[in-house]
DNA sequence: GGCCTAAGTTGACAACGTAAACATCTAAGC
DNA sequence: GCTTAGATGTTTACGTTGTCAACTTAGGCC
């Protein structure tokens, strides 16, 4: 009998990734409300609770990916600011587009990392530090713009919160087209104005910028 | 022995009513993924499977609230309009600002609204028709600015995608705020964004509006 | 080489959404 | 005014879920 090559699979070696891939996967496609871990345990080839030796919840799941979402956008937004350094109009919508991209890529952390402002934020202080960094990559953004005479010169909470509204509802209404999957209805204005957003957000981006201009 | 004074109660009489008011209550502070049928049953005084005769399911309730949720929209936005006719600057403003308004202070049922365009929106004729009603709303006052000559000249689907995204936008950051029960932290910028958003979401609409004015 | 501990399993529990069969009330037609 | 069909509410049951406690396995450290 030849040497048994599959190796023993009582320790699956990196579930904890596994799992949150596995619940990203199926969030793409589904809400937090319809995922079930036992589902994903039997996807994954694992008893249903070994998903207790790394996550203390079902919850904490969640706030595990939106904690990756945070930090996956952040760098999404870094690098953009890195690639157009030159003009700053250029880099502001730029980041602007790139949040707006991988939210739309990545729809169910983007869903997470905001579920989770609402729900348990208090309870996992990774998300809360997370959360910070990412908004503040807005804000220093916002403080250079004023800075520079960009921007009108406003209070930042101000111009930053607009701004927030901007790419956070393209995200969000973009988000629901990207679920909806076949009611791309052509006598539905609705519809339509998603579509026209899906095809150019950058148009809407550099539309609404012009409100804070100087 | 007296006259029995307590009717019969086998039939609750408005139970179709009651089971939407008490699932928008328990929505007010809750997520739709937390909530119970049988716990509102047992609030409500019935068996646990009495809402069948008039629900076809959990999601069907959902689509009730967010149909419910579409015609109070409707007509919130209307008064406004019929309120403000005078200077069509002022209706538009007031017009988002009623929107934003009955969002944060109905968040279960915007909250409803909204994720209906998720789901099942197909299964639920009633839902589509009741959404497109509310869009229309919208496109109009966007047709009637452009008319005169108090927006720019772009395609219709174009100016009021972006007036949605700035009214949604608003909408969902300040629920996530309404949500947040305690965590008005004073050294989180995002908070404080949010926070400001709240004490004056007219301001971010009027410099909001400001992208799309002639 | 034996043990400690992290990682995975088994079995159990209460709660949930849903379904089918049953009970009760209400109203419409004779 | 009685009958009866249909609407409304109940009972019982099933399969699934999240979670817990107790158990088993495997790999690294002395």
Known sequence: MPKQTVVSRYH???LR???IDAACEYLKHASAESLSLRE????IGVSQTAHYRHFKSKNALFAAIAIDGFELLHKVISEAQEKHEEDFSVTFTEVGLAYVNWAITNPEKYQMLHDSLLIDIAQYP?????SKQSFEDLTNLIEK?????FFIPRAVPELAGAMWVCVHGIASLLMTRSKM?????VDNPAAQAIEQLS??????IELLVQSIRR
């Open 12 to 14: 699956h070696g990196n």
């Open 17 to 19: 990734q596994s799992f």
């Open 40 to 43: 994903l345990a039997r996807e």
């Open 126 to 130: 990774a998300l809360l530090t997370a």
């Open 145 to 149: 713009g004023i800075a520079i005479g």
């Open 181 to 185: 999957l076949s009611a791309a209805d």
């Open 199 to 204: 095809q150019d957000p950058r148009a809407t």
